[in-house]
Every structure is written in structure tokens, then in C-alpha cells.
């Protein structure tokens, strides 16, 4: 039978135990403006919600029942009746975050939508249960942090570096062979006794810098995973684009294996520096502050460009974004070398050239993967 999350929700979440759900759409909408607009006065909600007033009154009380809301009276009132100003209780749930790389796993703790703690232990070994058990006494960690208990865990969201496959499964690149090919929100979900939804790390951490990063007022843009591998994620409309597959923004696909070594993975760059002497460099090792002061640096930049510039105009080709984003875990320094070098395929016509977008460097670069994981529970469910 296909997992699924919802299923595993505690009861004490749920809306109603029939449906299995924990929010209703008109709900879901209503919170979800509340969450982006804390404070928002309920007078305020109407028009964007396309609600009667009773409807909205209704839903409101409902809402503030359960302890999803808290009421609140601005000081300067409008003439007419108070009306209250809302926001999202951060307690009422928790949601954790879990991304697997290369060489870490991050995790995240989140509120009510608002992220509370981070940690990030080793990726080590060859043992899926092993480290599904390193991952059950982090979170627990985490909890004991805040006082909490995994029945205040709305759910968990699970990202993993590699292709997404069939159901939960995913093709990891060779050092998490041991994470390929197992449909892995199941078995995380028996070793926690919670829900988990799973997804790509790249896309996830798209997901992060939509809300909470530079994309946050970009409706549409492309973000560039600069990992062990090269991947990204694509955002439309606000929310992560995963395409039929779910493997939308894989752009390691646009070269071929001839090609590999040329990409600007970090995992590249790692081979590169050890051939230089810095044997037993880490992924980790790459946040230094003297890096750009080390030999090889400026060669692999000059090496990775072209199929830097080949991937950001495919982009611009396909998706036509208004922002692409460089994120993972690329030292910023590194990112603004490939934004300077940039070069758009753009011809001028008729003496005029076409709008391109604008380069940034990522503003979530402590966990992405795991702060946009949390937040896969609460899109699936209340916003």
C-alpha cells in the first residue's frame, strides 16, 4: 500500500478524522495570509479571501478554538466596531526538518512557520540504520531544546541529495549509495513515529530562499544547488516547481558525462584543491575566509565558467525567470566570481536586447536543505 503522511498525522492536529485532513482550502488560504501578513486585521481579510463576512468570522473562531490563532487589539482603532488583529500561534505545532548531503545532515526545528533551531551532525558510514538512529537522537536533541515532545511534531520533511525516483526513493550520488533506491519516507517515519514527506535537498532549499531568502517577493526564479553535485530548483508562482518526475531544475542533466568534471560542483572543486596539496578537504573546509587566497582557486573558476554560462542561459531559454539564485553550499565569495564572469546569449534585434534576469547570491546559507524540508509538512497540510 502507498505511503502516505497524512495518514500519520496525530489526531490531535487533524480537522476532522473523516477527511484526514488538518485544514480545510478556505482554511489553508486564511492562514496562509496570516502567516505572510502578521497582524493583519480580520476586517482585512475579506476581499483577498473572497469570503462573506460571516463565512470569514466563522472560519476565524473556528481557527482561534483550536489555538491555530492569537487575537490581538491595535492600539489606534478605526471608527466602527474593533476588529482584531491576527497571527499564527507559534507553539500551536512543530515541524522538523531533516536534509541529507554529502558529508552532513542538517536538521531544522520549526514553529509554527518560523524556524527555532539548527544542527548539523556528521554524514559518516555506509549504514542507512545507523544513521537513521544518529538522526533519532538529534531530533531528540532538538526537542529537549524547546521542552517539546514528538507528539507536538506536525510532521517531518526529508530532503535528500540525488534524483527523485519512484515514491520516496531517490538516486544519491556514490558517497549515500546507502541512501539510493529506498523508498525512505517509510522507514524514517517508523524510526521517528511521526509523518514524513520527502523531496530533493535542492528543491527544498529553493523552497527556503523563497520565504525566508531573496526570492521572498520574486514570484519566479531559478535556484542553482552548488553542492557535492549540481542541481537546483525552480520556483513559480511562489511555490516549488517539481515537474512530472519531481526532478525539475536537475541541471547536472544538461552535460553529459564527458562534461562532468567541468561543472562547478564542489564536489569538482574538492578534487581539484587535493590535487593540490590540501589533501583531505571537506565540503566543510570550503567556508574559509582565505579561500580565494588558495592555489587553484582562480583555475577551476576559469575551468567551471563556460558551463556555468551554458546552465544560466538554458535557464533563461526554459523558464525565463525573474531572478537566479546561486545557493548551496558555494562560498559566496566563489558565487560573485561566477556572477561577475556571467555571460548572457543575448543578441540584440532591431537594435534592442531582451530582458534578462538578475543574478544573486543565496541569503540562506546556514541549512537551507533543512529549514525548506520544515516547511514541507505545513504547506502540505495548513498553508
Not at 155 to 182: D, K, Q, Y
Not at 344 to 370: C, E, K, M, S, T
Request: charged share 20%; aromatic share 6%.
Amino acid at each position: 500500500m502507498k505511503y502516505d503522511p497524512l495518514n500519520h498525522v496525530a489526531a490531535h492536529f487533524l480537522r476532522d478524522t473523516q477527511s484526514v485532513r488538518v485544514a480545510s482550502r478556505n482554511e489553508r488560504d486564511l492562514l496562509r495570509l496570516i502567516w505572510k501578513s502578521p497582524g493583519i486585521e480580520r476586517s482585512d481579510l475579506t476581499e483577498p479571501l473572497d469570503l462573506t463576512q460571516q463565512s470569514l468570522h466563522r472560519i476565524v473562531a473556528r481557527l482561534h478554538e483550536r489555538g491555530m490563532l492569537i487575537f490581538s487589539h491595535p492600539e489606534t482603532r478605526r471608527p466602527g466596531p474593533p476588529s482584531p488583529e491576527l497571527t499564527l500561534r507559534k507553539d500551536w505545532c512543530l515541524t522538523l526538518g531533516i536534509s541529507v548531503n554529502v558529508g552532513s545532515i542538517g536538521l531544522c526545528l520549526m514553529g509554527f512557520g518560523e524556524p527555532l533551531e539548527k544542527m548539523e551532525i556528521q554524514q559518516a558510514g555506509s549504514s542507512l540504520s545507523a544513521e537513521m538512529q544518529r538522526i533519532e537522537a538529534a531530533v531528540e536533541e532538538l526537542l529537549a531544546r524547546r521542552s517539546a515532545k514528538r507528539r507536538d511534531v506536525l510532521g517531518v520533511g526529508l530532503a535528500v541529495a540525488g534524483h527523485r525516483m519512484l515514491e520516496t526513493a531517490f538516486n544519491c550520488p556514490l558517497p549515500l549509495a546507502h541512501w539510493s533506491l529506498i523508498d525512505l519516507a517509510p522507514l524514517l517515519g517508523e524510526q521517528l513515529g511521526l509523518p514524513v514527506w520527502a523531496d530533493n535537498v535542492a528543491r527544498t532549499a529553493a523552497l527556503a530562499e523563497a520565504i525566508f531568502g531573496v526570492g521572498r517577493d520574486v514570484a519566479d526564479f531559478a535556484y542553482i544547488a552548488h553542492l557535492h553535485g549540481y542541481g537546483g530548483g525552480l520556483v513559480s508562482g511562489g511555490m516549488p516547481f517539481r515537474g512530472n518526475f519531481g526532478n525539475a531544475g536537475e541541471f547536472s542533466v544538461l552535460f553529459g558525462r564527458q562534461d562532468y568534471e567541468e561543472r562547478p560542483a564542489l564536489g569538482v572543486l574538492l578534487e581539484h584543491l587535493r590535487a593540490k596539496g590540501r589533501s583531505n578537504l571537506t565540503l566543510r573546509d570550503l567556508k574559509n575566509d582565505d579561500l580565494m587566497d588558495w592555489d587553484g582557486i582562480g583555475e577551476w573558476i576559469d575551468r567551471v565558467t563556460p558551463a556555468h554560462n551554458r546552465a544560466i542561459n538554458a535557464i533563461c531559454a526554459i523558464f525565463d525567470p525573474a531572478l537566479i539564485v546561486l545557493g548551496g553550499e558555494l562560498p559566496h565569495s566563489l558565487a560573485r566570481m561566477l556572477i561577475e564572469r556571467t555571460e548572457f546569449n543575448n543578441l540584440p534585434r532591431h537594435g534592442v536586447l531582451r530582458d534578462v534576469p538578475r543574478l544573486a547570491v543565496a541569503q540562506i546559507i546556514d541549512a537551507p536543505g533543512a529549514i525548506g524540508a520544515a516547511l514541507i509538512p505545513l504547506f502540505e497540510t495548513v498553508l
